[in-house]
């Protein structure tokens, strides 16, 4: 049975788009059948992350009605299937929304998990993704506009009635002005499912276009991301992640 979680946020720059293509890359080495779709139409980013901007056939097509969804499903070489959205300056014009839904559940049946990218924000294209989702991540910083923002985004979901699976608080630096996860949690009434530290090995895998936990492997934020796909899958995260948690630090400088 195909799941369809949404990676989102009421804040941009978050670093939904990270989460999405480092959970998806971590699912893929875990054997699951992964497909990942940019579904921030408005300012899509997807597929710059993983090197290939520019696709023939894009989700905004399939929202046109040109194509199926199927012809804009290409596959990654790092195993991940892309269903990515257009680059292009007019790539919005003749976009019809109301087949935004019916798209995505067209590809149910093709892979385990169905990753869809939100727009920021809570806007009709962010709120369709939702809608859409069985469940949802939500993402986030440790300050306290960010997480107030995160809040949003939880209610918005109890309204519309998916499933929030539990945050992400990304970019964590340890410093005092940064929340605690006790009080982010109760601000949110939701778990958190992990916190990312600040991680230079990060900004470098978008740059080499590659997901941290393919370029970086051993890093603190990929170690981070496999932990997340553990948990979205099912298994233990202790026994394949926390019990090296001495040896990273050890070898730490070195990466």
Known sequence: MTRIITVTGAKGGTGKTTTV???????????????????????????????????????????????????????????????????????????????????????????DIIILDAAAGLGREARAAIDVADEIIIVTNPELPAVTDALKTVKVAEEIGTKVLGVVVNRVRGHDYEMARKDIEDMLEVPILIEVPEDRAVPQSIYEKTPVVNLKPRSKSALKFKELALIIAGEKVEQEIREKGWLEKFFGWMM
Do not use: C, R, W
């Open 21 to 111: 293509t480092n959970l998806a890359s971590a699912l893929v080495k875990k054997g699951k059948k992964v497909i990942i779709l940019d579904a921030n139409v408005t300012t899509p980013n997807l597929s710059l992350h993983l090197g290939i901007p520019f696709y023939p056939m894009t989700f905004h097509d399939v929202l046109k009605s040109k194509i199926s969804i199927d012809e804009a499903v290409y596959t990654h070489s790092s195993g991940i299937k892309i269903v990515p959205a257009s680059l292009a300056s007019d790539a919005m014009n003749g976009v019809k929304f109301e087949k935004f839904e019916s798209a995505i559940l067209n590809l149910l049946g093709q892979a």
